[in-house]
């Protein structure tokens, strides 16, 4: 049975930082691209950072130098670091994988971890 357990989310000041964790099982979780969506209210739901199995990695332009997805491949987890957050940034942020020669997003989601980014 695929799990994927998301953890990290919460309230923080604009500016402010979030680690967030997606904890994966019941997938082979070392060959498959891992990904991080998220959606706001009113808004569909749009692609934020996807990691490959080799490691690379690709963000939204408006995340990239700010957000940071990372893996850990022992841990079957893979990480979302969000940095210099700004209101906009305020939703649910989903984890998802994908298979080898599907295409975005995958078929497995976690259940999502709210951000909420307020003064």
């Known amino acids: 049975q695929v799990q994927l357990v998301e953890s990290g989310g919460g309230l923080v000041q604009p500016g402010g930082s979030l680690s967030l964790s997606c904890a994966a099982s019941?997938?082979?979780?070392?060959?498959?691209?891992m990904g991080w969506y998220r959606q706001a209210p009113g808004k569909q739901r749009e692609l934020v950072a996807t990691?490959?199995?080799?490691?690379?990695?690709n963000y939204a332009d408006s995340v990239k130098g700010r957000f940071t997805i990372s893996r850990d491949n022992a841990k079957n987890t893979v990480y979302l670091q969000l940095n210099s957050l700004k209101p906009e940034d305020t939703a649910v942020y989903y984890c998802?994988?994908?298979?080898?020669?599907?295409?975005?997003?995958?078929?497995?989601w976690g259940k999502g971890t709210q951000v909420t980014v307020s003064s």
């Open positions: 998802n994988s994908k298979t080898p020669g599907s295409s975005w997003p995958g078929t497995s």
């Open positions: 019941g997938i082979i979780f070392s060959i498959n691209s």
């Open positions: 990691i490959t199995r080799g490691g690379f990695t």
